[in-house]
T-cell receptor, first 115, second 113 residues
Framework: DGGITQSPKYLFRKEGQNVTLSCEQN?????MYWYRQDPGQGLRLIYY???????QKGDIAEGYSVSREKKESFPLTVTSAQKNPTAFYLC??????????????FGPGTRLTVL | AQTVTQSQPEMSVQEAETVTLSCTYD???????LFWYKQPPSRQMILVIR??????QNATENRFSVNFQKAAKSFSLKISDSQLGDAAMYFC??????????FGAGTILRVKS
């Protein structure tokens, strides 16, 4: 089965704790992305990576960190510095060529709740 | 910065009827891509349709088609023969260089039987 997996599906965190959200893809895609979705809003880009060992900040990177040590994995850490981390987090990947065939495909998401 | 506006927070359609969802965007670029994504209650984002800005022909995928007006920066989605499974949140998205997507706030589509 080819696709994007995210784990866990639901995650609860106490204030002051760091948590890491997993995103794995077996589509052989070069580019990977993390988005945040708040109720009634569209998706906002947190971080993206177009190649292994390289990543760039998106529009709302403060309080988040990422790594890209392997092509198939792009974990997102929500740090204690993130003021309002409760949200739905979506990971996506794409071939990364920037051509007309390049489309982002999404994982099923992780719902993070801060207690 | 590019922005995407979906002016209809919620729309309703009768089963088997046609509905059009609106989207406008702001950009100074001439070459870009536009997308419609569907997010059902499962919250999985599903690609509905894609349009390349340099193509004048409107994209079509089965019951889904777009009306792309480049000069007006308008990109509406038409759903024909609406089905109960079409009920979802629909997002319009603009892709700028570097494959970064900018999303609108979404339109909730309700389908009545």
């Amino acid at each position: 089965d080819g696709g994007i997996t995210q784990s866990p599906k639901y995650l609860f965190r106490k204030e002051g704790q760091n948590v890491t959200l997993s995103c794995e893809q077996n589509l052989n895609h070069d580019a990977m992305y993390w988005y945040r979705q708040d109720p009634g809003q569209g998706l906002r880009l947190i971080y993206y990576s177009q190649i292994v060992n390289d990543f760039q900040k998106g529009d709302i990177a403060e309080g988040y960190s990422v790594s890209r040590e392997k092509k198939e994995s792009f974990p997102l850490t929500v740090t204690s510095a993130q003021k309002n981390p409760t949200a739905f987090y979506l990971c996506a990947s794409s071939i990364g060529t920037g051509t007309s065939t390049d489309t982002q495909y999404f994982g099923p998401g992780t719902r993070l709740t801060v207690l | 910065a590019q922005t995407v506006t979906q002016s209809q927070p919620e729309m309703s359609v009768q089963e088997a009827e046609t509905v059009t969802l609106s989207c406008t965007y702001d950009t100074s670029e001439s070459d870009y891509y536009l997308f419609w994504y569907k997010q059902p209650p499962s919250r999985q984002m599903i690609l509905v349709i894609r349009q390349e800005a340099y193509k004048q022909q409107n994209a079509t995928e089965n019951r889904f088609s777009v009306n792309f007006q480049k000069a007006a920066k308008s990109f509406s989605l038409k759903i024909s023969d609406s089905q109960l499974g079409d009920a979802a949140m629909y997002f319009c998205a603009y892709e700028e260089y570097g494959n970064k997507l900018v999303f609108g706030a979404g339109t909730i589509l309700r389908v009545k039987s």
